[in-house]
């Protein structure tokens, strides 16, 4: 499985950005897909998950109310939604893929908000 992501930037706080993930390969086992982002100098951290077969989903307590997570299936593609941004939120975005065997990471990509 190989991710893709885009849409990061540099954005000010208050600001708006639409990150994308595409998947592509053997993605038909893929269960769960999710956003993780890391801060320079702290671990990788989870920022939102949903689920491949319906959709439900969770997000870490400092995005609620802020960021949505969606996905389109016959695209094989995921997306985050991330509004009223923040100086924390900057950092490298990953997107996650997971199935029954393994675990997959895109390459990521820099959401940087500035004051």
């Known amino acids: 499985v190989q991710l893709v992501e885009s849409g990061g930037g540099l954005v000010q706080a208050g600001g708006s950005l639409r990150l994308s993930c595409a998947a592509s390969?053997?993605?038909?086992?893929?269960?769960?897909m999710g956003w993780y982002r890391q801060a320079p100098g702290k671990p990788r951290e989870l920022v939102a998950v949903?689920?491949?077969?319906?959709?439900?989903?969770n997000y870490a307590d400092s995005v609620k109310g802020r960021f949505t997570i969606s996905r389109d299936n016959a695209k094989n593609t995921m997306y985050l939604q991330m509004n009223s941004l923040k100086r924390e939120d900057t950092g490298v975005y990953y997107c996650?893929?997971?199935?029954?065997?393994?675990?997959?990471w895109g390459q990521g990509t820099q959401v940087t908000v500035s004051s």
């Open positions: 996650n893929a997971r199935n029954f065997v393994a675990n997959y």
């Open positions: 390969g053997s993605t038909f086992g893929i269960n769960t």
């Open positions: 949903i689920t491949r077969r319906d959709g439900s989903t």
